[in-house]
């Protein structure tokens, strides 16, 4: 028995394993061997020595287990504690102790998962990438789900350039997990450029050595730039010399692996020309020379892009060039910055390393070019937009230097790029799924005003860039409409009445679109609606109405139902208007949720006025209604408001219940008045 149990003790995996097979081995045969047992016979009482001995040692095995229990918690305390020391000197950069702390717990406790994870990744920083796969290999024997072993498995396979053990690594931890899309598509994305770099050097080399003129000319010309002190002039034409040899994406990995973009640190009159605020006709000839060769060598090569924008001197310079007041280097930075900003990597590159808190108000101050340099300025903006870091970075300045700029650039619309102000304008209605943006434009008195101007100026001038600034206004307005708050409420009143003047536009676009403002600003103010009915906005909408078109539709119904809640008037005007009901009848048969809803809501709101509900009794509006009421629409207001038009159809008119009697709807009704006598 003492063999066994010093055996089961063993920290040989081996003699251990034989120990155990060996007492499993003795427990089967004592339980199960009648044969083997010895019985002896006194008095007639059969007495079973074997079962003694059995009794004794599984005894001991209890003994054993409780004692190893006990051990494994002590282990387990000690070995958390030397994980906590290990992780304290790793947050230090002090990888080698980390390790040591690490190799110490696990000889505490070998199946601590962490402690294999987190020397691996202490491993990683000392560029031991072998040892880092082993500890991970380890981490999943004692967790095969364990993503952080899988992550820094891809990551060392990645340095060690094992690409498809690499994403083999990160794909298996989007199995386990759903949710790392976003990093595992960085890290696929990481891996793939990684071995795209390594062929295209590879490529590059292979040209180098069998003697390629161009391949060496890039060599030569780098070279020469090297040379110190010389004139400003002689390194501009060495430049461009430079430029014109980059053809394809053999010269841009040459460029890259000679060192190409240290020529702003290593030599002091090229980066004094550069990085200089105020700049001679040499320097500014010499920047832009500069930013034609990153084109050239960063144009569709992602690693040369992260070079350069990793570059300090380029870093800081870039939104120090978009704001020189120098076109033509505004113009070449803008068109560097094109390269970055078209891409998914590249506008992650942007948002990664630089700051772009002020980006949007330098951007936006190119509305005032008349060149090629606003239209380049907002697509860059355009496609930072689809960026929500971008926007997030946005809302820094937003309040303090954004709305300030963009207001003035709408009360001057006459005098800037207007096709450029159009998007500017469209560019800011996106910012608006921002939350925090959308609150901020919505609250700002001086950005309403200003949109309010831009309106009033249309009906003065019908120039087709200016009709793009309003259709974009309109639809700024509609976005901050979104937000409720008491600058808003007053200017309900004013905005209202500009959008009735836009119904008489020719632009089908800028119709439909007052018609959308005037859906979501007239809930602010009871003012407003009265307003508006004065000024006839019934039967304008009747007439929108009828002649089709579901977005129209969509607000137009939604303006009747705002006014038709409250006020007395509208619902007489609508009656009027709608002989018998035909649009909203019509209306109530369309396959938008949305518009059934507004449509159902108007009519029961107008079955007050007299002799409205006996107009409809030679109608299917019964049928229709009680299709609704007990229909399995999404959104339970189709339902509600069916209903309730249904229950006020009946009150008012009594005549529809035959109709409705034949229709087997009377439990339906029945329902319904739950809703008719709770408004």
């Known amino acids: ?273 550069f990085c200089g605020e105020r700049k001679n006709t040499a320097e500014v000839d010499l920047s832009v020379s500069l930013l034609f060769l990153w084109q050239a060598v960063c144009a569709g090569n992602e690693e040369n892009q992260r070079l350069l924008l990793t570059h300090p001197d380029v870093n800081a310079q870039l939104p120090k060039l978009l704001s020189s007041g120098v076109s033509e280097i505004q113009k070449e930075t803008l068109a560097l910055i094109s390269l970055y900003s078209e891409n998914e990597n590249g506008r992650r590159l942007l948002i990664r390393h630089q700051d772009l808190t002020k980006w949007l108000q330098i951007l936006m101050t190119f509305v005032n070019s008349t060149d090629a340099r606003a239209s380049s300025a907002m697509n860059i903006l355009s496609d930072l937009t689809e960026e929500e870091r971008f926007k997030t970075q946005c809302r820094v300045t937003l309040s303090t230097d954004v709305l ?101 536009d020719k632009d089908g676009r800028i119709v439909t679109r007052a018609i959308g403002v005037l859906s979501r600003i007239l809930p602010a103010s009871s003012s407003a609606v009265e307003e508006v009915v004065k000024g006839g906005v019934v039967k304008k909408m009747i007439k929108f109405l009828k002649a089709g078109g579901q977005i129209t539709s969509n607000y137009g119904i939604k303006t009747l139902s705002i006014c038709t809640r409250t006020n007395r008037q509208a619902q007489e005007d609508l009656v009027k208007s709608d002989k018998r009901f035909s649009v909203l009848l019509k209306l109530l048969d369309s396959e938008n949720e949305m518009i059934v809803g507004n449509a159902a809501f108007c009519l029961g709101q107008c079955l007050v006025v007299p002799g409205a509900a006996t107009s409809l009794l030679n109608s299917n509006v019964v049928m229709i209604l009680l299709k609704h009421a007990g229909g399995d629409a999404t959104r339970t207001l189709v339902q509600e408001n069916a209903a309730i038009a249904l229950g006020k159809l009946c009150v008012a008119e009594p005549r529809h219940i035959f109709q409705l009697r034949k229709l087997n709807g009377l439990a339906i009704l029945n329902s319904a008045m739950k809703y008719v006598h709770s408004i």
Request: charge should be positive.
């Open 404 to 504: 300030p700029l963009f207001a003035q650039l709408l009360t001057s619309a006459k005098l800037v790029n207007q096709a450029a102000l159009a998007r500017c304008i469209g560019i800011m209605g996106n910012l608006c799924a921002d939350v925090v943006i959308r609150m901020q434009m919505a609250e700002c008195k001086e950005c309403w005003q200003a949109c309010l101007k831009l309106v009033d100026e249309c009906f003065d001038v019908s120039v087709p860039k200016y009709q793009e600034c309003l259709f974009a206004v309109l639809g700024l307005m509609m976005n901050l409409l979104l937000e409720s708050n008491v600058i808003i409420q007053y200017f309900a009143v004013d905005i209202s009445g500009r959008c009735m003047s836009l119904l008489r």
């Open 1 to 273: 028995l003492a063999s066994l149990v010093q055996g089961l003790n063993s920290t040989d995996p081996a003699v251990k394993e034989k120990t155990v097979a060996e007492t499993e081995k003795r427990l089967h045969d004592q339980e199960t061997s009648k044969e083997e047992e010895s019985k002896t016979t006194v008095n007639r009482t059969v007495i079973n020595t074997r079962a003694s001995v059995r009794d004794g040692f599984l005894a001991i095995l209890e003994k054993d287990a409780k004692e190893r229990a006990k051990r494994r918690k002590r282990n387990e305390h000690l070995a958390n504690a030397l994980k906590e020391k290990g992780n304290d000197a790793f947050r230090k950069g002090d990888y080698v102790v980390a390790i040591q702390r690490y190799t110490e717990g696990l000889e505490k406790l070998k199946d601590k998962q962490e402690l294999y994870t987190n020397r691996a990744q202490a491993y990683l920083k000392m560029h031991q990438y072998e040892k880092a796969i082993g500890d991970c290999e380890w981490a999943l024997k004692c967790n095969e789900k364990c993503i952080k072993a899988y992550f820094l498995m891809g990551k060392a396979h990645l340095a060690l350039k094992h690409y498809s053990e690499s994403r083999q690594c990160f794909e298996k931890i989007l199995q386990i997990d759903t949710q790392k899309e976003s990093l595992i598509k960085d890290c696929m994305n990481e891996a793939n450029l990684e071995e795209k770099r390594m062929k295209d050097e590879e490529r590059a080399m292979k040209e180098v050595q069998s003697g390629k003129l161009a391949a060496l000319s890039i060599k030569e010309l780098l070279q020469k730039l090297d040379r110190p002190d010389q004139n400003i002039l002689y390194y501009t034409g060495g430049i461009r010399l430079l430029t014109g040899a980059v053809k394809d994406r053999t010269e841009q990995t040459l460029f890259r692996t000679n060192n190409g973009f240290s020529i702003l640190k290593d030599n002091e009159i090229v980066r004094r020309g």
